[in-house]
């Protein structure tokens, strides 16, 4: 039996400890493993194809990052290919990864990425490859699943800052507001916001009012919390969509940031005259060694891969339904999309630690 | 409407985040809070009761400890109290509580504790008192929830233990034989061991063999690792009883340590040969800032337990079921236990990964 | 005796831990001590003065932030007063401020700050005020001092994002620019850079040449090191000023932003082809808890303030000059500057790393 | 050229950046670098030598633990054999070593380590051979340098652990004792205690008297404050010798425990009626991430030991002296020593604090 690991979309916190499991799980059934490097790429002839060896794995289960890389490239049954006249062309490269496969004596792949990943292991399933798959997403978006490795990760990071950023604000009698990652859904947003305390929590999933959120930091300001700490989520939309708040002059500027953080901010401090400074996270949220939580639930899903593929559960992700990690079909997680539930007792609760979601 | 909060039993990171959830839930629903000192005590007339408002609760959702400060002292239904000659008698207070609480006009209680505080909170029901729980254990064995807050924390901590000493583990070719909490169970030890990458994880749901234990360490040993790295819960039991390790002359010393970690390493280095050294965490894990995970635990676990007041939910514990928060009669909680699972995926992934248990 | 505590200009962690320190220190020698509100609003009529006690300072050293909030309002002998049509006019309010202090019986006054906190305290050491300062700068440019307390937090703040970037970027094959603090010298870029083991370190000691940065990303690129990580100080400099990067069109944005991070990302993209991306960690430098090395710094610092006083040192600085705590006049101070040494052994040891300073 | 590395004693945080930039500042000089395995057992034939290059160093620089691994074992001078009837008998091995070296062409020796280190070194350079040193100690206590790597991680380690503890100790009214690593020395104590804000600090320089820390105790009861935190250094000597609270029964079960902490916890709770737990950190203070003070510091060493090779410094230690590095021959470095100043300023502003040292 041989078998091969891929990585592909973002990086998250946790990925090298799932590769270190699905390895020595494989090992010690006498299996064959090999590392495809970057996504895909590396059986496209653009990248490497490696032996993964308990060598190969020693000391990487706490580490960050994915020592296969990993790349946001595209599929390859929709390869971008620049031209000669620097234009892009999409093709699909699917036969040729099936070879190369085929040639390489690959028995079954392990995918480890998120929606895209999932979509392509599906395709390649219905070309009659035996793929199962790893959900991988720092935005807690995977659906049939409890969580998914890296967004544990992700929430603390955040968390970690906004401990840092509330005794400034507090000190300076500031306004602070913080982007964070999750351009459909507001997970790590209200994750964090709840842990570390915020005032304002702003998600894609409530649409909010500018005018509610000023409120609320004029509203602490008459109570003699002259500070806030505002937690934006990258998707978050103002009522009347973004250019309400953006304006016609700077939507590419903002595009840029990712987000409405920066105008938001120029916006509170002019309603407000309070003092407002935003930060965005970034990459930070993706790096880093993995929490203890992360690095369990990774090695538990790479100890599971390998099971599903010794079941032959093929187009077959694995999930986390707490207790119980199990298999479910591809098309039953892409059938679903999983949101923050606006109506769920964490909103319900943070609107009674007195956060304002400005709706 | 009049509500008190009590925390008993060992402290645990985000016991504040709990007080502090239902403290601004019931405030904000216009109710009175009121605080009961170390644990019943303060009804006892042997701590005080005082006023929880929102100022009380200020900046406490992300610290380590109990502002209630909390006691194993015992059920105020069998009350310890030392007599004239030093010996202690045990006497049933609960009139007293019950009759302190209705002068102080409190409508219902929220007690925050294990076992013991469960079984209290059910006599006090049987009583006629309105009482509600919120689970409490580092140990992650109170049964229907899928955990409870401390338990991340403290498996945090543990693992940024064992990732110190892994490195001075394998610069001077070292055994570490690491204690951990878990007199009942190997929670901890397990889930650190696993995310700490530990080579042997000794608990009490999976007796030990010595022998096993050493030929894992020499197996490592050929094979060039020349360092091993053991976490053995409190309660871990060798085949055979503590005896077979613990010898006559030392029955005494070894309980004062809380479990076998000590002479385990001496037999250890006797058999091996190897320099072998021991640490107990002890209470660095009950203690510090409990991690994002159980800050948003707590949250959430505070603001429902003041839903089941709201509710009537007497004598019910409010239970994390992912990705929502019950209520489950207290009867039904005590009728189970909590255990590791010795054949669920988790144990068999580490085996998978290379760890011994000893079995 | 009753002496006041003054802290002015930006956070800094280790502010509450001088304050606790000062406040015991006078306590002990059966002192009054007052705090002055938002550096010395409390003192203009514009913010309080409070008492600070034993239990004022309860269980502050760990954390981060100034209990007497701080500000970077300006100084009293230059103070800006918003007029009736909107400007802002510059006034001396020195004489109200002596006057209030006198009216509040202050003996000495001990001023926590910054270069302008410096020049304040002389001035009113000029005018008969009796102050002593402890320098407070998170950039590390208070010259006669090793250091102050908050640069090792926020030296440490920058590493453990360094950590965590280093993963993203290598899995992504990225280039990654991080701005960081350091107006006018480059110690938190070039110590955290080192630390963090950045690639290329800009900081306003050092002009750099964006070839030479390119080149550096190229050469990394050509040996297999197919990411990057660059740290550029606020203050840092391209040769030929920072419009040969910034072009005309956009200096607004650029000065918003605090520095060239942004144009130089695009510019490295444009320049290499290698996807780029910028990180401004602003504030997160100045909050959070402070080291255990600047805890104790600031605990020495506090407590030689008060000696300071008692061997009445008016008009000097406490400082650090290893192993010793010394005072300096405040003049001799500011005669100097303190900016890092091209020439000195740490930018020697960096350009051995493989650093590139851009030059 | 060709230059070999050695490190020996204790492991300490940072002696992988030290490697790791001897190494780099002597590749970029174009000479060749062995690494000596464990101590110098790499040249008696015990153990390997390696060829450390560009790869060997790559990402080790924030990791804990040293890739040539270290021992006690002892100097090459004096070194024990173990004989057939299982006695020891020591040899003196050096012109073995010698030979070694110069079989393999080694020009210089950069020794790491402490105090036994710096004497073979010396012994080395007496008979002809070419050796610098990097000074190495958890304790603090190598004279002629400010610090040393690896203290300023140990006493982070230790403060982290009192953080934890402080709201244990508080939740439930107990007195914690926390012993740490200082045979002959109090720095780590001492730093740990005052950063942590510990209660009642004991080390070696100061004699301390178990009345006066139960005093202590009782006067902070007293005074409602009713939990103690004490830090005890491993060499803490009670007034009168350790026979003092050990009693007659137990030396060797102390002395196995590192020191007077067990014994000092029961006779506390004896004395003051009030529970007590003890705590020894042992090996978690030598292992574990660098801080970025010891990444900067552990650098700096490294390439500072390079260019004392290159400037012939034979039989020198590198030092800090702030802001320089300076080179200090041996026989002045083992000419001191250093210890806690018990009239220094750190000393006197832990009694301000209101820290008893048991005096």
Known sequence: MRIAISTGGGDAPGLNAVIRASVLAALQRGWDVLGIKRGYAGLLGEDEVIPLTRDSVRGIGH???????????????????????????????????????????????????????????QQLVDRGMKVVCVPKTIDNDVPCTINTFGFDTAVSTVVEALDK???????????????????????IALYAGMAGTADVVLIPEIPFSIDKVCEKVMARERAGRRFSIIVVAEGAIPVGGTESILG????????????????????????????????????LQR?????????????????????????????????????????????????????????????????????????
Chains 1, 2, 3, 4 share one sequence.
């Not at 950023?165 to 997970?187: I, N, P, Q």
Request: aromatic letters at 4%; proline letters at 5%.
């Open 63 to 121: 580490t960050g990052g994915t020592i296969l890389r990993t790349t946001n490239r595209g599929s390859p049954f929709n390869y971008p290919i620049v031209q000669a006249d620097g234009s892009i062309k999409y093709v699909d490269r699917s036969d040729e990864l099936i070879a190369n496969a085929k040639a390489l004596g690959i028995d079954a792949i392990i995918s480890i990425g998120g929606d895209g990943s999932l979509k392509i292991a």
């Open 287 to 359: 790096g880093g060694q993995p929490t203890s939580y992360d690095r369990l639930l990774s090695t538990r899903f790479g100890g599971a891969a390998v099971r599903a593929i010794e079941e032959q559960a093929w187009g077959h992700m694995v999930a986390l339904q707490s207790p119980h990690i199990v298999f479910v079909p591809i098309p039953e997680v892409l059938r679903h999309t999983k949101r923050v539930d606006p109506d769920g007792d964490i909103v319900m609760t943070a609107r009674e630690m007195g956060i304002s979601f400005g709706d």
């Open 165 to 187: 950023l509330h005794t400034t604000a507090e000190s300076h009698d500031r306004v602070l507001c913080v982007e964070v990652m999750g351009r459909d859904t507001g997970f």
């Open 248 to 283: 016609e002059s700077m939507p590419g500027q903002a595009k840029r940031l990712g987000g409405v953080v920066d105008p938001l901010s120029r916006e509170i401090q002019k309603r407000t005259g309070k003092e407002t400074r935003s930060l965005i996270l970034g990459h």
